[in-house]
């Protein structure tokens, strides 16, 4: 099993050293992208994977740096020759947001469709996930759901297994006993991490009220100090600090420091593309930095 970090920064506002919210799993040639944030697409072809392979969509909450390209990666991978369905979870209501996604965007699913593709809407399997346990097994794979605060959404943290290793992965939450226990023993937790130290340098020329927005922050994120205690708490092997906000200013010494006051494991901070191999116990091989060659298309 192998984590992808395709996306590393957070929030919506675009930024050149960091895209938006996403990342990928992979388990025995199959790709299951968690969160798919703006240029998803983009960034897995980068990755070296094929957009026809898709195998599964997840997405943790309906902010838009989490689902704005969630219909785009179908759509592409349609272009790009996928045939199968692509089963998609995430909170209500998966099916409306895909839905109107095609809708919007009849002009040109109606010319493709002409041309001899597959009708686009039967491309899309959307699921509701409703509430903690199991979202699916397969292929000796099991994927199971956790409710996490993120307050006003409904927001969910997953954690993808097989007898090889495990990965939790947080979305966005403030600190929660349920992401704990999502983590407890993972071999690799993926947690959104925030400096409250440089939040003045996100909100330099916002149009919202700074002091809400602040409020925000502390009701609703994980400062990277309470992801160590969350990976403290777990018993996690490796913590990725992933998320992060603000995307600039933030030096990686200084989000490992505000960690590993709480956790002695290994503290990885996460940027566009990093690898992290993973089985039962350790990491499986190098982590691969950003930048690497990218994984051979199969």
Known sequence: M?????GSGGGPQPNPSRSAPAMAVE??????????????????????????????????HH??????????????????????????????????????????????????????????RSLFAPQD??????????????????????PPLEAYGYRFETERGAIAISGDTT???AMVELARGADVMVHEAFSPE????????????VGR?????????????DAGR??????VKTLVLWHLIPTEGVTDEEWITQARKHFDGEVLVSSDLLRVPVRRGVLDGSVTPAGSPAKETR
């Open 2 to 6: 192998e984590l992808v970090i395709l």
């Open 27 to 60: 388990h025995d040639g199959v790709v299951y992208v968690v969160d798919c944030g703006n240029g998803v697409a983009r960034q897995l072809v980068s990755a070296g994977y094929r957009l026809r392979d898709l195998g599964g969509v997840l997405l943790t």
């Open 63 to 120: 902010h838009i740096d989490h689902n704005a390209d969630y219909g785009n990666l179908v759509a592409l991978a349609w272009t790009a020759g996928l045939v199968d369905p692509v089963p998609a979870y995430g909170p209500r209501p998966m099916s409306q947001i895909t839905d109107q996604y095609v809708a919007m965007n009849r002009i040109d699913v109606d010319h493709r469709e002409a041309l001899g593709r597959p009708k686009l």
């Open 129 to 150: 996930v409703a509430g903690d346990g199991t979202v699916f097994s397969a292929d000796g794979l099991t994927v199971t759901a956790a409710a996490v605060e993120h």
């Open 175 to 177: 600190y929660c006993q």
């Open 198 to 209: 440089h939040l003045h340098l996100l909100t330099r020329g916002t149009n919202t009220d």
């Open 213 to 225: 927005l602040h409020q925000h922050f502390r009701q609703a994120h994980t400062t990277a100090e």
């Open 230 to 235: 969350v990976a403290a708490e777990a018993g």
